[in-house]
Each structure stands twice: as structure tokens, then as C-alpha cells.
């Protein structure tokens, strides 16, 4: 099967040493996680994984179900580009001195929605959000002014055709209610039940 780019989502408790469980998965199937961002979720107490591969989807498929299979993750599900609104994030700091000089940078901030988050008079960052090829063709056009340092957020996804997490659990709780409560007759008569 041919590979592609698959954003897997991953609904977790939020438990210690999650993180290093399911990169070790990934690791063990030698599969190199192009971007991962952790977040909490709609859900209290929920956290939200956001993991970028590119695979065949038979991989993909078979990881998710081995992913479920950690006791802390309630949810794998995994998604092409068209399945979902994306966004990655990127700030820039360029010499403040070009941006007063030449009109044509402030112009290419513009035109990539660029925000100005501090200006000092040394240098001046500038924070996007977009697709990847919006964030690598940003790059290079401030490389040429003499771009100081970049760095790019992992990838943040929403499912496009997805009612929340918070209605599948809902869906859940309707469909497996928990047991009710049954009080033990024994517990007040500790010492007639147990003896030797």
C-alpha cells in the first residue's frame, strides 16, 4: 500500500509516562512521528493526543488498534489531510532594522497573516499559523532578510466529521451503564463470617 500522511487522535487519561508508552509503540514498529502535540481535551480530566505519521493505511489501522489496547487510552482514531482542519504554528524573529527599511518584508508578514508578538530594537517576532508549505515558503522568503531563528508548533487537528469526544462518551455511558451498586449483607458481621 502506498503511504501517505495520517494525523492519528488519540483520547487518553492523563497518567504519567503516557508520552513514552506511545512513542514506544511507534518506535518498536520503527516508525519515525513527524510531529506529536499533547493538550487536554473537551472532556475534564481527557488529554488529547495529536500525532502526525506517514504510513500505509494498514499500518496505520493495525497501530490504532494496538494504541487502544494501553489501558489509559479510551480512543484511537486516525484521519486523512481532507478529514480534517489542521493548523501548525510558527514564530519568526527577524532583525527589527529590516522590517523598518524595507517595505517588501512587511508586506510578506501581511500577506501570511504574520503577527507581531514582541519588537525590541534588536529584533522583532512574528507569530503564523497555516499548512506547512504556507509555514516552509514563509521561511524561506525571511531567509533571505536575514531570518535570526524559527521554530514551528507541532500540528493541531480537528475531525471534520466529529460530534466531540464528550458525545461519545456520552453514547457510551447510555449504551454500558455502570453496574449498580450492591451492598454487602456480610460487611457489620465481620467476626461471625471470618473465623478460623
Same mark, same amino acid.
Request: overall charge negative; some cysteine.
Given at each position: 500500500?502506498?503511504?501517505?500522511e495520517?494525523t492519528i487522535?488519540?483520547?487518553?487519561?492523563n497518567?504519567i509516562?503516557m508520552i513514552?508508552? =506511545?512513542?514506544?509503540i511507534?518506535?518498536r514498529?520503527?516508525? +519515525?512521528?513527524?510531529?506529536?502535540?499533547?493538550?487536554?481535551?473537551?472532556v475534564?480530566? $481527557?488529554?488529547?493526543f495529536? =500525532? &502526525?505519521? +506517514?504510513?500505509?493505511? *494498514?499500518?496505520?489501522r493495525?497501530?490504532?488498534?494496538?494504541?487502544e489496547?494501553?489501558?489509559?487510552?479510551?480512543?484511537?482514531?486516525? +484521519?486523512t489531510?481532507?478529514e480534517?482542519i489542521?493548523?501548525?504554528?510558527? &514564530?519568526?524573529?527577524?532583525p527589527?532594522?529590516?522590517?523598518a527599511?524595507?517595505?517588501?518584508?512587511? !508586506?510578506l508578514?501581511r500577506?501570511?497573516?504574520?503577527?507581531?508578538?514582541?519588537?525590541?530594537?534588536?529584533?522583532?517576532?512574528?507569530?503564523?499559523?497555516?499548512?506547512?508549505?504556507?509555514?516552509?515558503?514563509?521561511?524561506?522568503?525571511l531567509?533571505e532578510y536575514?531570518?535570526?531563528?524559527f521554530? !514551528?508548533?507541532?500540528? =493541531?487537528?480537528? $475531525?471534520? *466529521?466529529s460530534a466531540?469526544?464528550?458525545?461519545?462518551?456520552?453514547q457510551?455511558? !447510555?449504551?454500558?451503564p455502570?453496574?449498580?451498586i450492591v451492598?454487602n449483607?456480610? &460487611?457489620?458481621?465481620?467476626?461471625?463470617?471470618?473465623?478460623?
Amino acid at each position: 500500500m502506498e503511504k501517505q500522511e495520517y494525523t492519528i487522535t488519540l483520547y487518553t487519561e492523563n497518567s504519567i509516562g503516557m508520552i513514552g508508552r =506511545i512513542s514506544g509503540i511507534f518506535s518498536r514498529r520503527k516508525i +519515525n512521528v513527524e510531529s506529536l502535540n499533547t493538550s487536554p481535551s473537551e472532556v475534564e480530566g $481527557i488529554h488529547r493526543f495529536t =500525532i &502526525l505519521i +506517514n504510513e500505509s493505511e *494498514d499500518v496505520v489501522r493495525k497501530l490504532c488498534r494496538q494504541i487502544e489496547k494501553q489501558v489509559e487510552v479510551l480512543k484511537a482514531y486516525y +484521519n486523512t489531510d481532507e478529514e480534517l482542519i489542521w493548523q501548525e504554528q510558527a &514564530l519568526y524573529k527577524v532583525p527589527t532594522e529590516i522590517i523598518a527599511e524595507k517595505a517588501s518584508v512587511e !508586506r510578506l508578514l501581511r500577506e501570511y497573516g504574520a503577527s507581531a508578538v514582541v519588537i525590541r530594537h534588536d529584533y522583532t517576532v512574528f507569530e503564523t499559523a497555516g499548512h506547512r508549505e504556507e509555514i516552509d515558503r514563509l521561511t524561506a522568503a525571511l531567509g533571505e532578510y536575514g531570518l535570526i531563528e524559527f521554530v !514551528r508548533g507541532a500540528r =493541531i487537528a480537528i $475531525i471534520k *466529521d466529529s460530534a466531540g469526544f464528550h458525545t461519545k462518551i456520552k453514547q457510551f455511558e !447510555r449504551e454500558e451503564p455502570a453496574p449498580e451498586i450492591v451492598e454487602n449483607e456480610y &460487611l457489620d458481621q465481620q467476626e461471625k463470617v471470618f473465623t478460623m
